[in-house]
Structure formats: structure tokens, C-alpha cells
Nanobody
Framework: QVRLVESGGGLVQPGGSLRVSCAAS????????MSWYCQSPGKQREWVAT???????NYRDSVKGRFTISRDNAKNTVYLQMNSMKSEDTGVYYC????????WGQGTQVTVSS
């Protein structure tokens, strides 16, 4: 079974940057459009960004211009570069396919605070 393993989270000050990564256990990422999701404190998990198989990117309005999703198919890894971070970006970040077709990983905690 494919496993998704997120990493790279941590504590960052407002205005700072962080890159989180998602590695898949098998060579499957190239077969899917991939997305990042975030579960903020007290909220349900929400969609953040998508990178389609064709290379098109989509972002939720609150992160447009600040976050960038990318992938390295050779490494079976998807990334989310987060810049100009705000306190409302705090949460546990997960990756999955478009439509969340795979089992969820453990996520990686991102905290934006001074």
C-alpha cells in the first residue's frame, strides 16, 4: 500500500518561509495530480493547493502569491514552499492526490508565531 510521509514542518515567525515535503513510498506520484491540505486548530482539513498532472497549479485565495506547489517525480516527492507566512497558516499540513484517493499520512505541524 502506498504511504505518504510529510516532513519539514516547524515553528516560523510571521513573514518567514518554510518548505514542507511529501514523499510517497512507491513510484506513483507521477500518475496523479497532487494536492496539499491543512487542518488548522479547531477546523476541518481544508484544501490549500493543487498541481495537476499537466502542470497546472491552483491555490486557495488566502495563499495565492505566497505559496508554491511543486513536484519531483524522480524523487516521488511533492513540495509546498510557503513564503510571507501568517499566523492563520498554522496547522497540520498533509499531501494527497486530487480527490484524496490515498490513505492520509501523519502530516507535518507548521506553527507561525512570534
Amino acid at each position: 500500500q502506498v504511504r505518504l510521509v510529510e516532513s519539514g514542518g516547524g515553528l516560523v515567525q510571521p513573514g518567514g518561509s518554510l518548505r514542507v515535503s511529501c514523499a510517497a513510498s512507491g513510484s506513483i506520484l507521477s500518475a496523479y495530480g497532487m494536492s496539499w491540505y491543512c487542518q488548522s486548530p479547531g477546523k476541518q482539513r481544508e484544501w490549500v493547493a493543487t498541481l495537476t498532472r499537466g502542470g497546472t497549479t491552483n491555490y486557495r485565495d488566502s495563499v495565492k502569491g505566497r505559496f508554491t506547489i511543486s513536484r519531483d517525480n524522480a524523487k516521488n516527492t511533492v513540495y509546498l514552499q510557503m513564503n510571507s507566512m501568517k499566523s492563520e497558516d498554522t496547522g497540520v499540513y498533509y499531501c494527497n492526490t486530487q480527490g484524496a484517493l490515498l490513505p492520509w499520512g501523519q502530516g507535518t505541524q507548521v506553527t507561525v508565531s512570534s
